[in-house]
């Protein structure tokens, strides 16, 4: 089969299935010390609102109760892979968005 002639059932599931999935936790604890400030910026920066994804579908922005890194202030996972500090959220955010191939 030609890999550049995906099957339908692979076009739905790119639809249905984002490429990337970022998480953020929205419990007290970690919303205080700059959350609240970070998820703002992921929306700003990707032009969506918590729990939309991106217009072509690619991103999502997710918020949940707990991603598994309580203690640690802001988490955030990318495509379960932990982030720490807004920093590096964010400049894991800006490679995502970044086109294939192109130097940052
Ligand atoms: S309470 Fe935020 S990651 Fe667990």
């Known amino acids: ?15 249905l299935v984002p490429d990337h999935r970022i998480r ?6 970690c919303l205080a010390d700059g959350g609240q400030e970070l998820a703002e910026a992921l929306e700003a920066r990707l032009g969506i ?6 217009a072509d579908g690619a ?9 598994g890194l309580c203690g640690i202030k802001q988490a955030v996972t990318i495509d379960d ?12 955010v800006e490679d995502l968005l970044r086109p294939p191939g192109s130097i940052a």
């Not at 953020?24 to 604890?29: D, F, G, P, T, Y």
């Not at 609102?49 to 991106?54: G, I, N, S, W, Y």
């Not at 892979?81 to 894991?92: H, I, N, S, T, Y």
């Open 1 to 15: 089969m030609d890999r550049q002639d995906p099957s339908p059932y692979a076009v739905r599931r790119r639809k």
């Open 24 to 29: 953020i936790c929205r419990l007290e604890s």
């Open 49 to 54: 609102r918590l729990d939309e994804r991106t």
């Open 59 to 67: 991103i999502s922005l997710e918020s949940l109760e707990c991603v």
């Open 81 to 92: 892979e932990p982030f720490m500090g807004r920093d590096r959220v964010l400049q894991a």
